[in-house]
């Protein structure tokens, strides 16, 4: 028992490690995920698309570290634009559960004969849990591994819900795809007050992706892409690609961050027809942290094509890297 409630307590310092740094859940690059961050692509494969993703984060360690993701958007005539939803739980170690949800629009512009732009506009709530009850923090453990109660710090079990508002553009121009994104422009206070270190700060990412047909009358195609997203002081990048053929495709991709981390993902998806099925798996291969894991996260989900939708000069299809 003594050792659960210390394991809580550990439990408790990576969170919050982690809340410091980029405080909250990040899935960068998540293309699958990518409505939440970037609205402006909502709707930009035309048809109307269902994405669920789950993801474990730090696997093998018994943190209880979770994220289950799930998306849908597409293309609406009436709109000239795309509109969708979003909705995802991040269940981390029983101690914290962030849940975010919200709904997503883009308006589609033809700037020229093969320049496309989408302007998106999200709303969404960010509701944030506490369950202290089975925690133990490190001022109650002696030096004999013992517990003693109470703790000096006040902690309660409160939760706050706040109102978020992101913006995202989407620029297409022939095989080259460009993505600007900012998120939380209100800047919601998670904390009991409103004091400026309990807010979010804004989060600013870019991604692009290169096709390139290996063949010209093949299905064969190389898919470069590269990511970069900053929050505060804690940025990171990622280049990689992906490369398709037929039914399947697989995928690499390096992460570095300003806290001299360097991962690798790397994955594959099936399809057929309508549905995709797809697997990643990221592991670090370089920290200054000598407590770093070797696995960081195992992700694997669905992507299923609901309806079609006819096709239209007047757009550029984008279709999403399964990463």
Partial sequence: M???????AIILLIVSCGITQSQETSYFPGYQTIISSNPGYTGCSDEGVLRISYLNFLPGNQYNFHTGY???????????GGAGFFVSNDYLGGILNDVRGGLSYSYFLRAGREIYINAGLS???????????????????????????????????ENKTVFDVGTGFVLAYRQITFGLA???????????????????????SINAILDIPLKS???????????????DDFLTAAIGTVLSANSLAGNILFIYNNNSNL????????????????????????SHNTFMPFSLMHQTGIILSL???????????IILPVM
């Fill in 123 to 157: 709303a969404s709530f960010f509701h944030r849990g506490f369950n202290f009850s089975d925690a133990v923090f490190p001022d109650q453990i002696d030096m004999m591994g013992n517990i003693s109660l109470p703790s000096s710090g006040d902690f309660a079990n």
């Fill in 182 to 204: 900012v998120s939380h422009l209100t800047r919601p206070s998670l904390g009991r007050g409103d004091a400026e270190k309990e807010r979010l700060n804004r989060k600013f």
């Fill in 263 to 286: 991962d690798i993902q790397a994955g594959f998806s099936l399809i057929k027809e309508n549905l995709s099925l797809f697997y990643n798996y990221r592991f670090n291969i370089s």
């Fill in 2 to 8: 003594i050792r659960g409630k210390i394991f809580s």
């Fill in 307 to 317: 309806n079609k939708v006819e096709k239209r000069i007047k757009n550029r299809t």
């Fill in 217 to 231: 009358e093949s299905d064969i195609l190389l898919r470069p892409v590269a990511s970069f997203e900053i929050q």
């Fill in 70 to 80: 799930i998306s849908y958007d597409s293309y609406f005539d009436a709109i000239h």
